[in-house]
């Protein structure tokens, strides 16, 4: 089974603070991504990446910028976390064809007080 | 741009019923892929079906089944013989091919009722 590994389930941090959420798979999967989840919203693609040191933006990038040095990890950075940055972060990976699912983590509930 | 629409926000279903989720989707490009997921209290992203725009037949998976009406962009997900278990968040997804974003609708909240 594929396994998509997030560092943490709940984290509190502070306005201003920088964040690092992390998410590892070990299925040696191409594609790796973040979403964040909001009710009545569904989940929004913050960045994606299609291969190690590559990064795309997706819908909704601003104030948040990503790494990903090895294939299996994906780091996602709030740079300065914001109060709206408040919100579950779901990370997801997949193979390089269109018509695979993604195999998505267990989330972070992030807070910024 | 591609657009995914889920204009239920919450649904009931007596268990052992039948239940349909709506989804309509809005893209100019020919080629794409159309997923649904399933998201418990738990919070984990279960992949549920998947049909692609090419497909002659509609896909089914067990007690799911995708209603897919390519001319008025609907992929309605039917669950038959609703569970206890099926209780969740349903979300309907898509993707523009080649290489494209997978965007996600809303969402709805199920609630099967014993």
Known sequence: DVKVTQSSRYLVKRTGEKVF??????????????????????????YFSY??????????????????????????????????QTSMYLCASSPPQDNSPLHFGNGTRLTVT | AQKITQTQPGM?????????LDCTYDTSDPSYGLFWYKQPSSGEMIFLIYQGSYDQQNATEGRYSLNFQKARKSANLVISA??????????????????GKLIFGQGTELSVKP
């Not at chain 2, 009931?12 to 349909?20: D, L, N, P, R, S």
Request: aromatic content about 10%.
């Open chain 1, 21 to 46: 959420l992390e998410c590892v798979q070990d299925m040696d999967h191409e594609n790796m991504f973040w979403y964040r989840q909001d009710p009545g919203l569904g989940l929004r693609l913050i």
């Open chain 1, 51 to 84: 291969d190690v040191k590559m990064k795309e933006k997706g819908d909704i990038p601003e104030g948040y910028s990503v790494s990903r040095e090895k294939k299996e990890r994906f780091s996602l950075i709030l740079e300065s976390a914001s109060t709206n």
């Open chain 2, 12 to 20: 009931f279903v007596q268990e052992k019923e039948a239940v349909t």
């Open chain 2, 82 to 99: 609703s569970q206890l278990g099926d209780s969740a968040m349903y979300f309907c997804a898509m993707r523009e091919f080649p290489g």
